[in-house]
């Protein structure tokens, strides 16, 4: 009885691990955006934590990097586009 209980609590725990997985996007002083599975805890230097708090998938977070990413690297050349 003894090993079926922990037999079971191996088996539940690993299982649950990947559900309990997060993602977070980054953006780093030179603009690049990065998708971490360790989150960021805002004591790093130059590191910004960006998006939503936490993604519960890679996929999800790298569909997002895209739409940010792009969006901050538009609206940085239309800046620099008004300072000429």
Same mark, same amino acid.
Not at 67 to 75: F, N, T, W, Y
């Given at each position: 009885?003894? =090993?079926?209980? +922990?037999?079971? !609590?191996? +088996?539940?725990? *690993?299982?649950?691990?990947?559900? $309990?997985?997060?993602?977070? +996007? @980054?953006? =780093?002083?030179?603009? #690049?955006?990065?998708?971490?599975? @360790? &989150?960021?805890? %805002? !004591?790093?230097? %130059?590191? *910004?934590? +960006? %998006?939503?708090?936490?993604?519960? *998938?890679?996929? &999800?977070? &790298? !569909?997002?990097?895209?739409? $940010?990413? &792009?969006?901050?690297?538009?609206?940085? #050349?239309?800046? =620099? #586009?008004?300072?000429?």
């Amino acid at each position: 009885m003894r =090993s079926l209980f +922990i037999a079971v !609590a191996v +088996i539940g725990s *690993t299982l649950a691990s990947p559900a $309990l997985a997060a993602w977070w +996007i @980054v953006r =780093s002083s030179d603009e #690049k955006c990065l998708v971490v599975d @360790v &989150e960021p805890k %805002g !004591a790093e230097k %130059g590191v *910004t934590k +960006i %998006g939503k708090d936490a993604y519960q *998938t890679v996929e &999800e977070a &790298e !569909a997002d990097v895209k739409r $940010l990413c &792009e969006e901050a690297e538009s609206k940085s #050349k239309n800046d =620099s #586009k008004d300072n000429q």
